[in-house]
C-alpha cells in the first residue's frame, strides 16, 4: 500500500508525547475545522461544540498510537465526526416529537431588508434541509475542502455518486434561495 | 473533455477551477478556453450557487471551548511534558544522582578514616598499657 503523505503528520507525533505547544497548535488547527463540520451537519450549536470536543478527545487519545502513512490524521478526525454528527442525526430521528420541529426563519427580516447576517441564516437553513447525504457532500467538499477521493471515500460511496449527491444538493440550494441574488446591495 | 462532461464537472465542484478534480482540471480548463460562449451561461448559474454558499459564515470556537479540549488533553492520558522540560528532569535526576554518589563517598571515607584513627588509638592504648605492666614487673622483680 503506497504511504499516504500527510500534512499533520510531525504536528500528530508531537501531540502524542504530550507536548503542550503542539497540542495547543492543533486545538488550533483541527477545531474550527471539526466546529464548523458538526455545526453544518447538525444546524445546532451546542450539539456542534459537544461533537467537536468530543471529536478532539478522541483525536488525544488516538495520537500516541498514529501511524503514520496509512492515512490522513484529518481525513480520520473527518470520519469521527461525521460517525458523531450521525449518531445524533440518528437519535434525533427516533426521539418521537408530538410536534414537528421548528423551521427556521427562512423569510427576510420585514423592517430590515436582507442584510449580509439575514441571508446567511437562510442559506443555514437551506442547507440544514437538505438530505442528509446531500449536505454532506456538500460540506465535505465545499466547505471542509476535502478532495473528490476523499470524500467520497469517507462517504463510502463512488466519484460518481458523490458527484450526483453533490449536483443534487447544489441545486437544492438555489432553488430554496432562488430570491437572492448574492452581490446585490446588502449581500 | 466533452460538453457534457463539463457541464456535469461544474454542477457538481462549482464554478471555481481550483476545485475541480486535480485529474481533469487542466482539460476543463482547456474546454473554457476553446468554448467560452458555449459555457458562459452554466460557469454563471455555478457560481451563484458557490457565491450564495460562500454566505454561510463558519462559527469559530469559543475560548471557553478551546480551553476545555486542551484541557482533555491531560484527561485522555496525554502528559504535558515538553522536549525542553525533559532536559530539565534529565539534568536534575544526574544532580541527584551526583549528590547520592558524593554522599556515598563521604560516608564511605568517614568509616574509613574512623577505622584508621581507632586503630592508631587502639595501638596507643596497648602500648600503655604494656609501660604499665613492665613498670610494675620492675618494681615486684627489684
Sequence with gaps: MALVADPDEDLVRRVGQGDPAAIQAMVARKLPRMLALAHRMLGDAAEAEDVAQEAMFRAWKQAPRWTPGQARFDTWLHRVGLNLCYDRLRRRREVPTEAPPERPDEGPSPDRGLMAADVGNRVNAALAHLPDRQREAVVLCHYQELTNIEAAALMEVSVEALESLLSRGRRGLRLALADIRPGAEGV | ?142
Excluded at chain 2, 54 to 63: D, N
Design chain 2, 1 to 142: 473533455m466533452t460538453s457534457e462532461r463539463f457541464l456535469a464537472l461544474i454542477a457538481a465542484y462549482g464554478a471555481d477551477a481550483r476545485r475541480w478534480p486535480e485529474g481533469e482540471r487542466e482539460a476543463a480548463k482547456a474546454f473554457v478556453a476553446a468554448n467560452p460562449a458555449a459555457v458562459h451561461a452554466a460557469l454563471a448559474e455555478a457560481d451563484e450557487v458557490d457565491a450564495l454558499l460562500f454566505l454561510s459564515r463558519a462559527v469559530q470556537p469559543s475560548m471557553a471551548l478551546r480551553d476545555r479540549v486542551i484541557a482533555s488533553a491531560a484527561a485522555a492520558g496525554l502528559k504535558a511534558r515538553r522536549e525542553g522540560r525533559r532536559w530539565l528532569d534529565r539534568l536534575a535526576l544526574a544532580l541527584g544522582a551526583g549528590w547520592a554518589v558524593a554522599t556515598c563517598a563521604g560516608v564511605a571515607a568517614g568509616i574509613m578514616l574512623t577505622t584508621h584513627l581507632t586503630a592508631d588509638a587502639q595501638a596507643d592504648a596497648v602500648l600503655y598499657q604494656a609501660s604499665l605492666m613492665a613498670v610494675d614487673d620492675t618494681e615486684v622483680l627489684g
